[in-house]
């Protein structure tokens, strides 16, 4: 059973249009959610990651909605940049159990110039 | 400082042979993991280790062997290779304490024939 899902598979966005890719996780106790950028070739890096004591998080062009009571997480890049082409993945999990993290399944970001 | 390294990058082996995958990191991290990505499934957790000769399964173990005699190593060995175990496999490490961020290595990328 996929515990976090995540959408869109695939984005393709106007450099300067905003990215906004989705992800709902399942089980309530979760409190920490990464979200993580890949570019070809290379290992996953973290981006920006929130606790569900705030509902919203900001890092320059990155910012993490959170709702918790449809548990439900979203990231948005504004004045999305060809450089932001990657693959984005969101994650979440436990803090005092264990140290798993549940990934999406990712989604390919594509900005056309 | 070289960080969390992975080796080799690239790897062919043939169905039954017996491959390790080796994990190297220089920060002292107290957790290290293994992941495998496959396209429609993210990053799945095959093993991690919260320390030294300490090490739990994760989502998807079977087929795999782990070790960690030391803190800065963590090896992965595929007993005996299939074709299912073709994947890009990714290390990362963490600190102890809380649910704080992985860093990934760099990524081998493994093909069973």
């Known amino acids: 059973q996929q515990q976090v899902k995540q959408s869109p598979q695939s984005l393709i966005v106007q450099k300067g249009g905003i990215s906004i890719i989705n992800c709902a996780y399942e089980?309530?106790?979760?409190?920490?959610f990464p979200w993580y950028q890949q570019f070809p070739g290379k290992g996953p890096a973290l981006l920006i990651a929130i606790r569900p004591d705030v509902s919203e998080k900001k890092e320059g062009r990155f910012t993490i909605s959170f709702n918790k009571s449809a548990k439900q997480f979203s990231l948005h890049i504004m004045d999305s940049q060809p450089g932001d082409s990657a693959t984005y993945f969101c994650a979440a999990s436990l803090t005092n159990t264990g140290n798993q993290f549940y990934f999406g399944t990712g989604t390919s970001l594509t900005v056309i110039p | 400082d070289a960080g969390i390294t992975q080796s080799p990058r690239y790897k062919i082996t043939e169905t039954g042979r017996q491959v390790t995958l080796m994990c190297h990191q220089t920060w002292s991290h107290s957790y290290m993991f293994w992941y495998r990505q496959d396209l429609g499934h993210g990053l799945r957790l095959i093993y991690y280790?919260?320390?030294?000769?300490?090490?739990d399964k994760g989502e998807v173990p079977d087929g795999y062997v782990v070790s960690r005699s030391k803190t800065e190593n963590f090896p992965l060995t595929l007993e005996s290779a299939t074709r299912s175990q073709t994947s890009v496999y990714f290390c990362?490490?963490?600190?102890?304490?809380?649910?704080?961020?992985?860093?990934f290595g760099p990524g081998t990328r493994l093909t069973v024939l």
């Open positions: 280790s919260a320390a030294a000769d300490i090490t």
């Open positions: 990362a490490s963490r600190l102890a304490g809380g649910a704080d961020t992985q860093y």
């Open positions: 089980n309530t106790a979760f409190d920490y």
